[in-house]
């Protein structure tokens, strides 16, 4: 009883503990910033995909609407394009190459340079797409809803395979 009072336990964590808990403490927080750091650049380059696929679509949308300007009613030669904004879309610039395709003659092979800013850095892309010679889709509903044809908005009707169609002549 006499030995405890003269060295009582202190109460409290020894340097050692202290060290320790402070490693430990540490290193978890070094993987906690290692994360975020995985998780800006992932999402950083979401952002960079997502802004190219956006410019892809809005031209490739332009593209058909505008390829192919209206001659008589119906759709004419494609035009070459050279350096035109998108409506809306100022900061995306492209330019067109179209040519013909000569066993199809309403089938365009499009080939398009995109420029765009996206988070201060000018980037820019190439694709090819492939485009029919048609009235544009927007034109066709006007034609439809603004001048009641009826017509307008029915699909082009592709030729019938000949096994199809001499199946239904046998049939009475």
């Given amino acids: 009883m006499n030995r405890n009072l003269r060295h009582p336990r202190r109460a409290g964590f020894t340097i050692l503990e202290v060290v320790l ?3 430990i403490f540490l290193i978890g927080m070094t993987a906690i910033l290692g994360l975020l750091t995985f998780g800006s650049a992932l999402s950083r380059t979401a952002h960079l995909r997502t802004s190219a696929a956006t410019a ?3 031209v490739t949308a332009d593209l058909e609407e505008t390829l192919f300007p209206l001659v008589d009613g119906e759709a004419g030669e494609p035009r070459a394009i050279e350096k035109r904004e998108l409506h809306g879309l100022t900061h995306i610039v492209y330019s067109a190459v179209p040519i013909q395709n000569p066993e199809r003659p309403l089938e365009y092979r ?3 340079e995109i ?3 996206s988070g201060g850095v000018q980037r820019e892309k190439r694709f090819t797409t492939i485009l029919l010679r048609e ?6 509903l006007r034609r439809r809803f603004v001048e009641d044809d009826q017509s307008a908005l029915a699909p082009a009707r592709a030729a019938e395979p000949r096994a199809e169609a001499s199946a239904k002549e046998k049939k009475p």
């Fill in 135 to 140: 009235v544009p889709f927007g034109e066709r």
């Fill in 56 to 58: 892809v679509q809005a």
């Fill in 115 to 117: 420029a765009w800013n």
């Fill in 21 to 23: 808990a402070m490693a």
């Fill in 110 to 112: 499009v080939d398009v």
